[in-house]
């Protein structure tokens, strides 16, 4: 294990909004191929852990180094890594003004410049992967959440990214449409995707992750294979916070 | 009675001869003043000082002015520079057509920036995100992604703009210009039944602006086709 460099590294990574501390010496590496969910109260710093790797927030202190390139204000680093990363958010994010095909096409063209009937190409592969391609030509707004969800993931897909974010993918959801999404995601991690998830799914944790992570205030507190995780939790915290979310 | 239809009849046809001129003033500056608007609008939001305040003076001084001190600053004050009457400009700056055009042009840039700006602030910024995510220059997330989004939210606020803008365009009778207002002035002055003839003209205006807004309505529905729901 030691041989292999992580894929991302990660290390005293703080992150300040104004007066707040958001990130306190984070230090986290993934390695290829790993299935990581962090979970944790709201405002825990989950969704800026994941968002500083592929800079939408950029880190005050420490270093973050994506498959060998590091994190800092040049723009082909940032460049470079993006390509690499592709992201899941909580609210979608499709392009209201595009059909889903273009919503799938666009990056590849203007990022890859893969040719048109390519790109096409490689959308529809993606969309039939998440099983909606007779979605193709229609506009975001006539899809069902969970639709769009899905067609986010496959728009991430199309970048070919050796990593995938997810930003609380469900959370937006319908109860009924939150299974539709985690199957997407759980192929995704059998066919050895990287995939570090923000969920509080914990259906999803257990059965799919290498290993969990718990955050609060800004920290990492703990962190373990899901097993452990969930029937052996050390710290109070943790204990705590499992005790909130299976109460109800 | 008779005798005024016949006078209305008239200087209506004779008033339609100034149609052309309206409409010239009114695309001329429209266009150009939604290029100069495009210009401000990314000054305003380019996140440097440098291009950002000069940005916000020359949009405080234009619409903190009235249009018509500035066609008359235009029209009777700049000739008496006499480095303008030397410049390339004085062909255009010594007609009152010419200077009626600028006023409108620069008052015009100064409002439709703000609109446009109201619609580049409505925009998702998630949207923006998922574009950095995906990859996109900055450039491109504003061209793909911010543009098409924030014209369709601003184009009801557009609209009222060109709608002002054309009945602004009879401040340029006031600068000798013979668009329908100068020709009306002119028929009022000669048979002195100002009732009459204003009102045919406000009339003739209320038609304009009836397919202005009918033209923006198809506009916008063709926009805004990706937010309507589907029909069962």
């Known amino acids: 294990m030691n041989k292999i460099k992580p894929f991302i590294q990660m290390q005293n990574v703080e992150k300040f909004?104004?007066?707040?501390?958001?990130?306190?010496?984070?230090?986290?590496?993934?390695?290829?191929?790993?299935?990581?969910v962090v979970c944790g109260p709201s405002g825990s710093g989950k969704s800026t852990l994941i968002r500083c790797i592929n800079r939408l927030e950029s880190h005050n202190s420490g270093h973050i180094i994506i498959d060998g390139t590091e994190l800092t204000d040049q723009m082909e680093?940032?460049?470079?890594?993006?390509?690499?990363?592709?992201?899941?958010?909580?609210?979608?994010?499709?392009?209201?003004?595009?059909?889903?095909?273009?919503?799938?096409?666009?990056?590849?063209?203007l990022v890859r410049k893969t040719p048109k009937e390519e790109?096409?190409?490689?959308?529809?592969?993606?969309?039939?992967?998440?099983?909606?391609?007779?979605?193709?030509?229609?506009?975001?707004?006539?899809?069902?959440?969970?639709?769009?969800?899905?067609?986010a993931i496959a728009r991430a897909l199309c970048m070919k990214p050796a990593v995938m974010l997810f930003d609380e993918p469900t959370s937006a959801l319908d109860p009924e449409m939150i299974n539709e999404v985690l199957e997407v995601m759980t192929d995704l991690a059998k066919e050895g995707m990287t995939m570090i998830c923000v969920t509080h799914e914990m259906g999803?944790?257990?059965?799919?992750?290498?290993?969990?992570?718990?955050?609060?205030?800004?920290e990492i507190v703990?962190?373990?294979?899901?097993?452990?995780?969930?029937?052996?939790?050390?710290?109070?915290?943790?204990?705590l916070f499992m005790q909130q979310i299976l109460t109800h | 009675m008779n005798e005024s239809v016949s006078l209305i009849f008239d200087s209506v046809l004779q008033m339609l001869g100034g149609i052309g001129m309206t409409f010239q003033l009114m695309f001329v500056s429209g266009i150009l003043g939604l290029l100069l608007a495009i210009i401000l609008l990314l000054m305003r939001i380019s996140g440097k000082w440098y291009l950002n305040w000069p940005a916000q003076a020359y949009i405080y001084v234009f619409r903190g002015t009235p249009i018509l001190v500035q066609i008359f600053i235009i029209?009777?004050?700049?000739?008496?520079?006499?480095?303008?009457?030397?410049?390339?400009?004085?062909?255009?700056?010594?007609?009152?057509?010419?200077?009626?055009?600028?006023?409108?042009?620069?008052?015009?840039?100064?409002?439709?920036?703000?609109?446009?700006?109201?619609?580049?602030?409505?925009?998702?910024?998630?949207?923006?995100?998922?574009?950095?995510?995906?990859?996109?220059?900055?450039?491109?997330?504003?061209?793909?992604?911010?543009?098409?989004?924030?014209?369709r939210l601003a184009l009801p606020?557009?609209?009222?703009?060109?709608?002002?803008?054309?009945?602004?365009?009879a401040l340029a009778s006031t600068i000798t210009v013979m668009d329908m207002t100068g020709i009306a002035r002119t028929i009022v002055a000669e048979t002195y039944a100002p009732y009459e003839i204003f009102i045919s003209l406000a009339i003739i205006y209320m038609i304009l602006t009836f397919f202005i807004q009918k033209s923006f309505g198809r506009i916008e529905n063709f926009l805004g086709r990706y937010t309507k729901q589907l029909e069962i």
Not at chain 1, 17 to 36: D, H, P, S
Not at chain 1, 121 to 144: F, G, T
Not at chain 1, 228 to 237: M, V
């Open chain 1, 204 to 218: 999803f944790a257990r059965s799919v992750a290498d290993r969990v992570i718990f955050m609060d205030q800004g």
């Open chain 1, 119 to 151: 790109a096409k190409k490689i959308a529809m592969h993606y969309l039939e992967r998440v099983k909606i391609p007779e979605q193709a030509d229609k506009y975001p707004i006539h899809l069902s959440g969970g639709q769009q969800q899905r067609v």
């Open chain 1, 222 to 239: 703990e962190q373990a294979t899901p097993e452990e995780f969930f029937d052996s939790p050390k710290s109070n915290r943790l204990k």
């Open chain 2, 75 to 151: 029209y009777y004050g700049l000739p008496q520079f006499e480095f303008i009457r030397d410049s390339i400009f004085w062909p255009i700056l010594r007609e009152g057509y010419g200077c009626a055009i600028v006023g409108l042009i620069l008052n015009s840039g100064a409002y439709v920036s703000e609109i446009l700006r109201g619609g580049v602030i409505g925009v998702n910024p998630g949207l923006g995100e998922a574009g950095s995510a995906l990859g996109l220059s900055a450039r491109q997330r504003f061209i793909h992604i911010t543009a098409p989004i924030a014209a």
């Open chain 1, 17 to 36: 909004f104004g007066q707040f501390q958001a990130l306190k010496n984070i230090n986290l590496e993934v390695q290829k191929g790993e299935r990581i």
């Open chain 2, 157 to 169: 606020a557009y609209s009222n703009e060109i709608i002002s803008l054309m009945k602004s365009t």
């Open chain 1, 77 to 109: 680093n940032i460049d470079a890594v993006r390509s690499e990363v592709g992201m899941v958010f909580q609210s979608f994010n499709l392009f209201p003004h595009m059909t889903i095909l273009k919503n799938l096409m666009l990056a590849q063209r």
